[in-house]
């Protein structure tokens, strides 16, 4: 099984000058932290306006400070919003080529439609036509990645003429497609589509194995790609934090990992925010004991299990690795987490958790493709060849469109308007007319 770390950028309230320089700043010391300990994926975060629970907004900006610091970890995003009111499809092919280049071909795309009201509605998308949205645009997106030139699109959610979307990345045809799932639905739905599933919900073993079992049973028998290649890999998420003794692991990281729970719930199920005054800390903390205590039986289910000392992390992530899951993703900086706790935490994983799983990993993943080899060729047989364009019709520079425009305006009726030649040079040259 592979680990992974979840960047989330938290930062409760109250906040000082300086702070989010501190968050950002500490949040890639651990990511090199990572890279050296061995740890195999980084996933950053793509949220907008979700004060407190996530200042993860630009995460092409965070993986690509990260491409320079790391020499092997995988730079995952974790998601990009798919929907172009958020990202148009072109400008996330050519960022995820970019960054697979100056990576050296580290990058997973995991992919997303975003849920909650705030940012939905913050980018003017609907909450009924997120799904297709994003279907439409991860198909076309991974065309743009492999397509010398792309042949242009008219859909019902974007459109753009032909062009040949520049660079490419450096591994083909694209980087690993993962979606963002929280249900046996939406994981279902990844395996239908071929792409890995990284799933952002607590399950125990037991629910893991019968979600993974599901996912794979897809996968075999009815899989029919969105992209251009297939990734049949289940992730799942889990709360972090080792300690020699499993009392102080659990007082560091309790609290944090509720508070991700909380934020969870007040950005997308139950909360009312006001944007800029709401302290979702305060309310956090101000929660009657009981919802509390409620809400830890709840967590207690699953999530909890990355959170004791070491030989516990071991028990409970080799049961996870025995129900099949491929990846473990650490929610290693949450709440009110201190720094230099997350960083004594991730070493002595490192040093006792980490070998123990490492040992086993490459005949696992052999085993792993022998037996799919037969059903990912059967899967890439259902991905639709593309098409190139038979003709590609040539882009006139503005000058020659308008010259060519007002020569045809002269064969009918008369255009009196002044040349619009000189008015691209009044645009773009700076020439202005004299009084």
């Known amino acids: 099984m592979k680990f992974g770390l979840f960047i989330d950028l938290?930062?409760?309230?109250?906040?000082?000058?300086?702070?989010?320089?501190?968050?950002?700043?500490?949040?890639?010391?651990?990511?090199e932290l990572a890279d050296r300990i061995g740890i195999d994926y980084v996933w950053v975060q793509e949220h907008h306006f979700l004060e407190e629970y996530s200042h993860s907004s630009?995460?092409?900006?965070?993986?690509?400070?990260?491409?320079?610091?790391?020499?092997?970890?995988?730079?995952?995003?974790?998601?990009?919003?798919?929907?172009?009111?958020?990202?148009?499809?072109?400008?996330?092919?050519?960022?995820?080529?970019?960054?697979?280049?100056?990576?050296?071909?580290?990058?997973?795309?995991?992919?997303?439609e975003s849920g909650s009201r705030i940012e939905l509605e913050g980018f003017g998308v609907d909450f009924v036509d997120k799904r297709p949205i994003w279907a439409e645009s991860v198909r076309e997106?991974?065309?743009?990645?492999?397509?010398?030139?792309?042949?242009?699109?008219?859909g019902k959610y974007f459109s753009m003429p032909h062009r040949n979307?520049?660079?490419?990345?450096?591994?083909?045809?694209?980087?690993?497609?993962?979606?963002?799932?929280?249900?046996?639905?939406?994981?279902?739905?990844?395996a239908n589509l071929g792409a890995g599933a990284l799933t952002f919900a607590f399950v125990n073993a037991e629910e893991a194995k019968f979600?993974?079992?599901e996912y794979y049973e897809t996968f075999k028998t009815n899989c029919t790609p969105i992209g251009q290649a297939v990734n049949p890999n289940v992730s799942m998420l889990t709360g972090f934090m080792c300690h020699q003794d499993p009392e102080t692991a659990l007082q560091q990281g309790m609290e944090g990992a509720q508070f991700f729970a909380?934020?969870?719930?007040?950005?997308?199920?139950?909360?009312?925010?006001?944007?800029?005054?709401?302290?979702?800390?305060?309310?956090?903390?101000?929660?009657?004991v009981s919802h509390?205590?409620?809400?830890?039986?709840?967590?207690?289910?699953?999530?909890?299990?990355?959170?004791?000392?070491?030989?516990?992390?071991?028990?409970?992530?080799?049961a996870l690795e025995a129900a099949g899951v491929d990846q473990l993703i650490f929610l290693q900086q949450s709440g009110s987490y201190r720094h230099e706790h997350i960083c004594a935490s991730m070493e002595l994983f490192g040093k006792e958790v980490l070998p123990q799983f490492k040992e086993r990993e490459e005949k696992r993943l052999q085993l792993k493709q022998q037996t799919l080899e037969p059903f990912i060729a059967a899967a890439q047989r259902n991905i639709p060849p593309?098409?190139?364009?038979?003709?590609?019709?040539?882009?006139?520079?503005?000058?020659?469109?308008?010259?060519?425009?007002?020569?045809?305006?002269?064969?009918?009726?008369?255009?009196?308007?002044?040349g619009m030649t000189a008015f691209w040079q009044m645009q773009v040259g700076g020439n202005r007319t004299k009084k």
């Open 141 to 154: 997106t991974a065309k743009m990645m492999c397509m010398n030139p792309y042949p242009g699109f008219q």
């Open 386 to 418: 593309l098409e190139p364009m038979p003709e590609v019709p040539p882009v006139e520079a503005y000058p020659l469109m308008w010259n060519s425009m007002s020569a045809e305006n002269l064969q009918s009726v008369p255009d009196r308007r002044p």
């Open 58 to 112: 630009a995460p092409e900006v965070f993986l690509a400070a990260c491409s320079q610091r790391t020499k092997n970890i995988r730079l995952g995003h974790g998601i990009v919003v798919m929907s172009p009111k958020f990202n148009h499809p072109a400008r996330i092919a050519e960022r995820l080529a970019t960054l697979d280049l100056i990576s050296g071909g580290r990058v997973e795309w995991g992919t997303g």
């Open 10 to 31: 938290q930062l409760p309230r109250p906040w000082q000058d300086g702070d989010e320089s501190r968050l950002f700043q500490e949040a890639l010391e651990q990511v």
């Open 292 to 318: 509390l205590e409620k809400m830890e039986r709840e967590r207690k289910k699953a999530g909890m299990g990355g959170i004791g000392s070491p030989q516990q992390l071991i028990e409970n992530f080799r």
């Open 165 to 190: 979307v520049v660079p490419k990345p450096l591994q083909k045809p694209h980087p690993p497609l993962w979606v963002a799932c929280s249900n046996r639905d939406s994981l279902k739905m990844a």
């Open 211 to 213: 979600w993974v079992d």
């Open 262 to 288: 909380f934020g969870l719930g007040h950005y997308w199920r139950d909360g009312v925010h006001v944007p800029g005054r709401t302290s979702l800390w305060d309310e956090f903390k101000n929660k009657p």
